[in-house]
């Protein structure tokens, strides 16, 4: 996976912050970060993807 998510904490502190995402630009990798956990992208993802599975039965997609 290329994306890598850095959850910042109310403890967290700058440098800790910026050393993270310094890390993450050395391994390539794209950098993404929230203060909010419940707001990460990742998290967002998770939720629609389960939504739309939920929906599906009610859409007419048979079941296997």
Avoid: H, Q
Wanted: net charge positive.
């Amino acid at each position: 996976m290329m994306l890598v998510e850095i959850i910042v904490g109310k403890n967290t502190g700058d440098i800790a912050l910026a050393t993270a995402l310094d890390y993450v630009a050395w391994i390539g990798k794209t950098r993404s970060w929230s203060r909010l956990p419940v707001a990460s992208f990742a998290n967002r993802c998770v939720l629609r993807f389960t939504a739309e599975g939920l929906e599906m039965p009610d859409e007419g997609v048979p079941r296997r």
